[in-house]
């Protein structure tokens, strides 16, 4: 029995939807902002699939709508609203979290401060996608991405090494 481009498009998306949420969660800090970007993004898919023509994996297809999508929100939102302290710039932090969950808090964080595109490229990379997937998706050539990958890497190894120094101190 052969399968609807719904069942199609719903299965792709279900296999791959970590990268919408991964999107969501560098560039929004947000919750119900998260929600509100993600239920957009799944709109945006759905109705940009039409011209998903298999060039590309789905999965770099659907990074590229994503981050399109997430960029698109953001500058609409900072048009409509200043930043309001949330309640998550109030919390204190629990005990009971574990290093590795701290770390990779951490590492979210500062990914979150980067440009626009050197979030998306980091976003690319720890997702293994090649340095031609990311050019693809980015519209840069390999070369450059591969020079911003290091200069991402290095600026956020020097990051991090500045916030454990600061924690033990």
């Not at 296999?15 to 957009?40: M, S, W």
């Not at 409509?80 to 290093?99: M, N, W, Y």
Request: aromatic share 8%.
């Amino acid at each position: 029995m052969r399968k609807s481009l719904n069942e199609v498009f719903v299965q792709l998306v279900n296999q791959n939807l970590g990268i919408a949420h991964k999107i969501c969660r560098v560039y929004f800090t947000d919750p119900d902002d998260r929600d509100d970007v993600l239920q957009e993004m799944m709109y945006q898919l759905y109705k940009s699939y039409g011209g998903f023509n298999g060039r590309a994996k789905f999965s770099t297809w659907m990074y590229s709508v994503c981050l399109n999508t997430a960029l698109t929100y953001r500058r609409k939102d900072q048009k409509q609203k200043h930043e309001l302290l949330t309640s998550a710039h109030e919390q204190i932090p629990d005990p009971q979290v574990g290093r590795k969950a701290e770390t990779i808090d951490t590492l979210y964080s500062l990914i979150a401060t980067l440009p626009p595109l050197n979030k998306a490229i980091v976003l690319l990379f720890l997702e293994d996608l090649t340095y031609e997937e990311i050019a693809e998706i980015t519209g840069l050539s390999k070369a450059n991405v591969s020079v911003k990958l290091v200069r991402i890497k290095r600026s956020l190894e020097q990051e991090m090494k500045k916030r454990i120094e600061d924690d033990n101190h």
